[in-house]
């Protein structure tokens, strides 16, 4: 059974949280980085990064804290994927691994690792679903999810992209014009990243839901 469909409040669309411009403060095609580039994949030391996050990887999920957060980015309109396993050993032999539809891996199911294995914060696929399953009931922030991804995330730069004077960043389809780590996490948040040349649309808060 697919991972998507275990979890209570499975997302079913997606969100967006835009950054755009660039130094001359326009719309145009975003810089080319010495380095940083997409795409960025799922780091090797999760558990690392997720205590570097300042968060406390557990040998279970808890879900005293379950919420759900939706990020999308897109770099000159296309979509840049969102790795799923960031925050999880996907090595751990109690991480279970589920085939999705669309050909990629979900990961979860888990019942007790023998050491820890998951953060509170951490993605199970590639929807751009970013879960909260913790047993706080603080909720988390963007940039701790940046810090886990290994992928930097400032006012001025995503990843190696940066010369971002001028930055665009919509919050369920409303301009948000402060540091994007401090996004809080909170549920059914839609949040999406436009680097360079944006996408055509920018969703409302209605186009993010859970099933």
């Known amino acids: 059974m697919s991972l998507r469909l275990t979890c209570a409040s499975a997302i079913g669309a997606l969100g967006m949280l835009f950054v755009a411009g660039i130094a001359s403060?326009?719309?145009g095609p975003a810089p080319k980085p010495v380095h940083g580039a997409v795409p960025w994949r799922?780091?090797?030391n999760p558990l690392k990064l997720a205590v570097a996050?300042?968060?406390t990887p557990q040998r279970r999920e808890s879900f005293v804290n379950h919420v759900h957060a939706h990020l999308d980015i897109f770099v000159n309109g296309r979509a840049v994927r969102?790795?799923?396993g960031i925050g999880i050993n996907i090595h751990d032999p109690a991480v279970k691994v589920f085939a999705v539809p669309d050909g990629s891996k979900a990961y979860g199911g888990i019942r007790l690792c023998k050491a820890a294995c998951i953060s509170p914060l951490h993605t199970h696929d590639d929807s751009g679903v970013i879960h909260t399953e913790s047993s706080s009931t603080a909720f988390n922030r963007l940039g701790q999810?940046?810090?886990e991804w290994g992928v930097t995330l400032t006012p001025t730069c995503v990843g190696g992209y940066c010369r971002l004077a001028t930055t665009h960043v919509y919050v369920?389809?409303?301009?948000f014009s402060g540091d994007p780590r401090k996004i809080v996490l909170?549920?059914?948040k839609e949040i999406a990243i436009v680097i360079g040349t944006?996408?055509?649309k920018i969703p409302s808060k209605g186009d993010f839901s859970t099933a």
């Open 25 to 27: 403060g326009g719309s």
């Open 186 to 188: 909170n549920d059914r």
């Open 82 to 84: 969102v790795p799923a």
């Open 53 to 55: 996050a300042g968060l």
């Open 145 to 147: 999810f940046f810090i």
């Open 172 to 175: 369920d389809g409303k301009p």
């Open 198 to 200: 944006p996408p055509k």
């Open 42 to 44: 799922a780091p090797a």
